[in-house]
C-alpha cells in the first residue's frame, strides 16, 4: 500500500516540479531592453519633445551632424597627413631559431624522436603566440647539433643547410587561419577541417619548390612564370624572323640578276 501511494504521488511533484521550472524561464539580465517609447504623453517622461530638447539643429526630424564633423573646423582626421599603407598581403610569422630548438631540447621540452611541429613549439612554449605561422631561421646554427624533423610555415636557406647537414628533414607547410587553429587546438573541433591548398601564386610557387622545401614538391608542377614565357616567345619569335631574313639573303645571292643591254 506504502509503494502505491510513493508511485502515485511521484508523476504529481514531477509535473509540479516541471511547471514551476517552466513558469521560471526568463531572459539572461540585461539580454533584452524594452524599446524606448517616444511621444506618448508627458507622464512617459518622453512626450512633447521626445527627449530631443527644444529646437536646434538636432531636434529637427533628420537633422545631426555626420561623423567626426567638428562644427566647420579641419576635423583630426583631415588635420594631419597620412605616411605608408597597410599591405594587406603582410604575413607575421613568429620566429624560431635553432639555438632556441636545441636549448628546449637539452631541457627535455622537445622530443627530437618526434617531429618537431608548430603544435609541439607552442605546448613546449617554445614561442609565445602564433599569428600567421612560424619560419625557422638559423641563428645559434654553430650551436645546433641534434637531428630532427621539423615542420613550419617557412624556412630560411641556411636554416635548412644546418639541419640537413646533421641527417634531419624541413618542411614547409602550408596552412591557412582554419587549419592553423585546427593543428594547434585540435580538442576545439569535434570534426577536424581539411587543409587548404594555396590559391595565391607567390605561395604556389613558394610551396612547390624544393629549395623551399616545400610539401607540394614534386606532387604539383610550379606554375609558370608570365614573364619568362613571354620572354621565351619574343626570343622565339626574334629567331625565326632572323632565320627568314637570312634565308632570303642567301636565295638572292645564289640567283644573280641577268640584265640584257639593248642594241
Not at 646554427?141 to 637531428?147: E, K, V
Request: glycine content about 10%; hydrophobic content about 35%; proline content about 6%.
Amino acid at each position: 500500500m506504502m509503494l502505491r501511494r510513493c508511485t502515485q504521488f511521484i508523476p504529481t511533484c514531477s509535473r509540479g516540479l516541471q511547471t514551476s521550472v517552466l513558469e521560471s524561464l526568463a531572459p539572461a539580465p540585461g539580454a533584452h531592453n524594452n524599446s524606448k517609447r517616444l511621444g506618448r504623453g508627458a507622464s512617459s517622461g518622453k512626450g512633447k519633445t521626445a527627449g530631443r530638447g527644444h529646437k536646434g539643429q538636432k531636434a529637427r526630424q533628420g537633422g545631426g551632424t555626420p561623423r567626426g564633423f567638428e562644427g566647420g573646423q579641419t576635423p583630426i582626421h583631415r588635420l594631419f597627413p597620412k605616411r605608408g599603407f597597410n599591405n594587406f598581403e603582410h604575413e607575421e610569422l613568429s620566429p624560431i631559431n635553432l639555438d632556441r630548438i636545441q636549448q628546449w631540447i637539452d631541457l627535455g621540452r622537445l622530443d627530437p624522436s618526434q617531429p618537431i611541429t608548430i603544435k609541439a613549439l607552442a605546448d613546449s612554449r617554445a614561442l609565445h603566440g602564433v599569428k600567421d605561422g612560424v619560419k625557422l631561421l638559423a641563428r645559434g646554427a654553430g650551436y645546433f647539433r641534434t637531428p630532427v624533423t621539423v615542420d613550419v610555415t617557412k624556412a630560411s636557406a641556411s636554416a635548412i643547410k644546418r639541419v640537413e647537414a646533421l641527417g634531419g628533414k624541413v618542411t614547409c607547410t602550408y596552412r591557412n587561419a582554419l587549419a592553423l587553429r585546427a593543428h594547434l587546438k585540435p580538442h576545439v573541433f569535434s570534426i577536424l577541417p581539411k587543409s587548404a591548398m594555396p590559391i595565391k601564386r607567390k605561395d604556389i610557387e613558394y610551396y612547390t619548390s624544393h629549395e623551399k622545401r616545400g610539401y607540394l614538391a614534386g606532387v604539383l608542377t610550379p606554375p609558370e612564370n608570365p614573364v619568362e614565357r613571354i620572354r621565351r616567345e619574343r626570343a622565339a619569335a626574334a629567331a625565326t624572323t632572323a632565320g627568314a631574313a637570312g634565308g632570303a639573303t642567301s636565295a638572292a645571292t645564289a640567283s644573280p640578276v641577268v640584265t640584257t643591254a639593248k642594241a
